[in-house]
């Protein structure tokens, strides 16, 4: 089966770091996106993993274990402007550029 | 500026109505998608083409429509048979092939009176 697991709600604090998790499963496994999506507004891209391992874009870093079938969004010296919903999706496979999302997660950064 | 707009960003649908959706892109992409969003969903795939003239059934295709007769454009028609329309749409677009990213649009919130 296809299915993407992420936790529903986070909360961290201005200037902390805060790990978002995404575990899945999918058929014809290509690759793994990160997208914000603040309430109302569309979702932007983030990052994208194809291979193992660390990838880092300023404040923002993203993992990827393929074999674990697990990923992660690190985001550092969290902003107010932070808070959002995170929606990790995973590339179906094949031909078709497909994407499956998961429920997203909600973080809230307090002051 | 090179992007992707929806319109209009609210519509309201009365019963037994079809409403149609605009997506419009100028990132000159093969790909579309359309997707709804629901309150403690994931985004669900809708329809997506990978050319023009060509589209194909996502997961959640019953009660939609649609149609790619330019490359720009992929406007999405809720049809009657559509039981709870009432959601939040998203129209993105990519370059053709696996692992591209989607690009987005700003969504058009459709409520059902």
């Known amino acids: 089966g296809q299915n993407i697991d992420q936790p529903t709600e986070m909360t961290a604090t201005e200037g902390a770091i805060v790990q978002i998790n995404c575990t899945y499963q999918t058929s014809g496994f290509n690759g793994l996106f990160w997208y914000q999506q603040h309430a109302g507004e569309a979702p932007t891209f983030l990052s994208y993993n194809v291979l193992d391992g660390l990838e880092e874009k300023g404040r923002f870093s993203s993992f990827l274990s393929r074999s674990k079938g697990y990923s992660y969004l690190l985001l550092k010296e969290l902003q107010m402007k932070d808070s959002a919903s995170y929606l990790c999706?995973?590339?179906?496979?094949?031909?078709?550029?497909?994407?499956?999302f998961g429920t997203g997660t909600l973080l809230a950064v307090q002051p | 500026d090179g992007g992707i707009t929806q319109s209009p960003k609210y519509l309201f649908r009365k019963e037994g109505q079809n409403v149609t959706l605009s997506c419009e892109q100028n990132?000159?992409?093969?790909?579309m998608y359309w997707y709804r969003q629901d309150p403690g969903q994931g985004l669900r795939l809708i329809y997506y083409?990978?050319?023009?003239?060509?589209?194909q059934k996502g997961d959640i295709a019953e009660g939609y429509s649609v149609s790619r007769e330019k490359k720009e454009s992929f406007p999405l028609t809720v049809t009657s048979a559509q039981k709870n329309p009432t959601a939040f749409y998203l129209c993105?677009?990519?370059?053709?092939?696996?692992?591209?990213?989607?690009?987005f649009g700003p969504g058009t919130r459709l409520l059902v009176l």
């Open positions: 083409s990978q050319i023009v003239n060509d589209f």
């Open positions: 993105a677009s990519s370059a053709q092939g696996a692992g591209e990213t989607q690009y």
């Open positions: 990132l000159n992409h093969d790909a």
């Open positions: 999706a995973a590339s179906r496979g094949g031909a078709t550029n497909k994407l499956i």
